[in-house]
C-alpha cells in the first residue's frame, strides 16, 4: 500500500504538470496538494497510522516529524500553503495562481515528495538541504 500511494503522488506531480500547460494553475495547484498529501499518507502508512481527514495527516505529520526535528519546518509550510491554495482554487469562482508561482510551488512539490520517500527508504533525508 505504501508504494502504491507513493505512485498517486508521482501521477499527481506528472498530472499537475500536464494542468499547467494546459493553462489550467488552479487545477495544477490542487494536484501538488494532493502530491504532497498522498506522500504524507504513504509515510503515515508505513507508521502502522491511518487517519480519514486531510487535517489528522497533516497534523500528524507536524507532530511526529515537523516538531520532532526529523525534517524542516519548511516541509509543514509547504504543505499549509499548498493545502489553503488547493481550498481556493476549489472554491473561488475566479482563483489567480500565475504560472510562475505554479511552477515554484511544482519545483517545491517534487522535493518535498522526494523527501518523503527518503524517510520510507530510510536514508535519513531530512529537509530540503539535507538537514
Not at 494553475?25 to 502508512?45: E, Q, V
Not at 511526529?64 to 499548498?82: F, H, I, P, S
Not at 517545491?108 to 538541504?129: H, T
Amino acid at each position: 500500500m505504501v508504494r502504491l500511494w507513493l505512485e498517486k503522488a508521482d501521477g499527481s506531480l506528472r498530472v499537475a504538470d500536464t494542468e499547467l500547460e494546459a493553462g489550467f494553475a488552479s487545477f495544477a495547484i490542487g494536484r501538488l496538494y494532493y502530491a504532497c498529501f498522498y506522500a504524507l499518507t504513504a509515510l503515515h502508512l508505513r507508521d502502522g497510522k491511518h487517519f480519514r481527514r486531510h487535517s489528522q495527516v497533516i497534523g500528524e505529520f507536524n507532530r511526529c516529524y515537523v516538531n520532532a526535528g526529523v525534517v524542516g519546518r519548511e516541509w509543514a509550510d509547504l504543505v499549509r500553503q499548498l493545502f489553503d491554495n488547493r481550498q481556493e482554487g476549489d472554491y473561488t469562482a475566479l482563483p489567480d495562481f500565475e504560472p510562475e508561482y505554479v511552477r515554484e510551488r511544482m519545483a517545491m512539490a517534487r522535493r518535498f515528495v522526494a523527501v518523503i520517500r527518503g524517510l520510507l527508504e530510510g536514508d535519513g533525508a531530512r529537509g530540503e538541504d539535507g538537514r
